[in-house]
């Protein structure tokens, strides 16, 4: 179960899924989200980037996890990737009055750039005051071309209240253009393999201590394990919120 001393800290998975492999962890009676959402505090629905999700679906979730857990959810390809950020107001619009049923649980939206969509000053610009416009939410940014990695793009983000990704792999360093953020969204791949090798535990050492740090600071703190492919996520997520549990036990 859920600490009550680390519920600020959001870990979890890209997607709910529960193999056999780790069942034991989870309690047994209800749905894979309901099961999920009792031991770990957030997760990232990466499903709404493939495939739009219908407010049902999204009231559905909604009501079957607790009252302190935070969902994250993926803004669609058709956005990112295939309008690129331009003219995508109508889809947009559609994507915000379906993810919203998630109501107050909603605690982030993801927007991942693929990795030849360079910085347009005019049109980020553009794209995330109508984000924001939208919906009163947190929004972070994944961009993935060097141009965005530019004091200009950091300055643009930042003054529309949209955090860097601190993502692993990493494009490019952080370290000078997002010590500003309010939000801390790490989002783990998986290294040496993208998306299916497993973190070692004293990598996992390092990112509860930058988390604990980061939460002092003020915070708001995520972390996402992608590294789903393998099924490394959970017990890389399981094992970090353990790590995080230990050490507020102690602070008592």
Known sequence: MQNQSTSS???????????????????????HLERYARVLPAVEINTSFYRPHRPVTYARWRDSVPEDFRFSAKVPKAITHEARLQDAGELLARFVGEV????????CLLV????????????????????????????????RHPTWFTPAAADLLHGRNVSYVVADPAVMPLENI????????????????MYHSSYPESYLDEVAARMRGDAGAGRKVWCIFDNTASGAAVPNALSLLGRLNQAAAYSR
């Open 178 to 193: 997002a010590a500003e953020s309010g939000v801390v969204y790490l989002r783990l791949h998986g290294s040496p393999e």
């Open 112 to 143: 991942q750039l693929p990795p030849s969509l360079r910085f347009d000053p005019q049109v980020a610009r553009q794209f995330f005051q109508n984000m924001k416009r939208l919906i009163d939410v947190d929004i972070v940014c994944e961009p």
């Open 9 to 31: 800290f959001m870990v979890g998975c890209a997607g709910w899924s529960l193999s056999s492999a780790v069942a034991a962890h989870f309690p047994e009676e209800g749905s």
């Open 100 to 107: 919203r049923h998630l109501e107050h649980k909603l605690g």
